[in-house]
């Protein structure tokens, strides 16, 4: 499953640690607020299993609407089952998966962006590092030291926003903003540096929020 699967997981782990639900709109648990927020068609119920699916389900819908994106400055609606989205719904979804280099380059770069948007309010304590651990399950030991390693090291988001390729900006965005409470001045400061330097607007970055059902931070 690679860094695909890895990536639902980190961030189902993330958004429990850091209370992230409690900020956004829904009810049902936290995987099913999420799939239906952003789309997905798989129901939380109970277990932990079902709530990844449900999240990463709504996640991949997401991934696919905003790719591209920010090339005319607006939401696409691209849909396709071989692209990052789509690869890790199917991944949730218990089938094996083939993912090229580059789409595992983006998972990386996915799980970067919302590991350093979760350090936003100062770190990602020992407790935080605990439950998303206790989230991500059965990857390998490679991704399991990548995700550590990240939750350790400083926040550079200056050397995230230059990682960032043409195309992928608002899904960077996105990841980031499901890492934050939005509760504190520091996480607004750093989304909207993070908007900037991603060049996404005001008005499309309004508009991920509106679709997470989180608060707005320019109108």
Do not use: C, W
């Not at 850091?18 to 099913?32: E, I, Q, T, Y």
């Amino acid at each position: 499953m690679g860094l695909l699967g890895t990536l639902g997981k980190v961030a189902m782990g993330v958004m429990i640690a850091k209370g992230v639900g409690n900020a956004m709109g829904g009810s049902g648990g936290l995987g099913g607020m999420l799939g239906g927020l952003l789309g997905g068609d798989k129901q939380s119920g109970g277990n932990s299993n079902q709530q990844s699916g449900g999240l990463a389900g709504g996640l991949g819908g997401l991934l696919n609407s905003l790719s591209g994106g920010s090339q005319n400055n607006k939401i696409s609606t691209a849909d396709d089952s071989n692209n990052l989205g789509g690869l890790l719904n199917s991944a949730f979804a218990g089938e094996e998966v083939t993912s090229t280099p580059e789409q595992e380059e983006q998972a990386k770069l996915l799980l970067r962006a919302m590991i350093s948007a979760a350090k936003a309010d100062g770190s990602i304590d020992a407790d935080e590092q605990k439950k998303i651990t206790e989230h991500i399950g059965d990857i390998t030991p490679e991704d399991i030291e990548f995700v550590k390693s990240e939750m350790q090291a400083p926040v550079d988001i200056e050397a995230l926003i230059a990682s960032v390729p043409s195309g992928m900006e608002q899904q960077v965005y996105m990841m980031s903003l499901l890492a934050i409470n939005l509760d504190s001045k520091s996480e607004a400061l750093y989304l909207d540096k993070l908007a900037k330097g991603l060049n996404v607007s005001n008005e499309v970055a309004d508009s991920i929020h509106e679709k997470l059902g989180a608060a707005k931070l320019y109108s």
